[in-house]
Nanobody, 123 residues
Framework: QVHLVESGGGLVQPGESLRLSCVFS????????MAWFRQAPGKEREFVAA????????YYSDSLKGRFTISRDNTKNTVALQMNRLKPEDTAVYYC????????????????WGQGTQVTVSS
């Protein structure tokens, strides 16, 4: 049973940075592409970033490219999301997910989800 646990969310001011982490357990980590999605209040869940199985390739939402960086460590079964120059519109619940596709992935290509971690960007 795959289990994902996110951490690192919180309240930050605009322009600050935050690093989210996700710990994977219950299966072989490198068998999965890993991604971050987010869902803001009243909005649909949206894709943020994904990492390929061996961490050799990454893919980002066009609107977030340059501010957010995904990284994974297959020796520690973890995936992280470094978020820089945060904006109020980045406020959302951020979800870690494990699935089959890392390039332009869709929700349905991700089978396992964490419980989410809240990120609030406000002055």
């Amino acid at each position: 049973q795959v289990h994902l646990v996110e951490s690192g969310g919180g309240l930050v001011q605009p322009g600050e940075s935050l690093r989210l982490s996700c710990v994977f357990s219950g299966a072989t980590f490198s068998d999965y592409a890993m991604a971050w999605f987010r869902q803001a209040p009243g909005k649909e869940r949206e894709f943020v970033a994904a990492s390929s199985f061996q961490a050799t390739m990454t893919y980002y939402s066009d609107s977030l490219k340059g501010r957010f960086t995904i990284s994974r460590d297959n020796t520690k079964n973890t995936v992280a999301l470094q978020m820089n120059r945060l904006k109020p519109e980045d406020t959302a619940v951020y979800y870690c997910a494990a699935g089959s596709a890392w390039y332009a992935p869709k929700d349905y290509e991700y089978y396992h989800w964490g419980q989410g971690t809240q990120v609030t960007v406000s002055s």
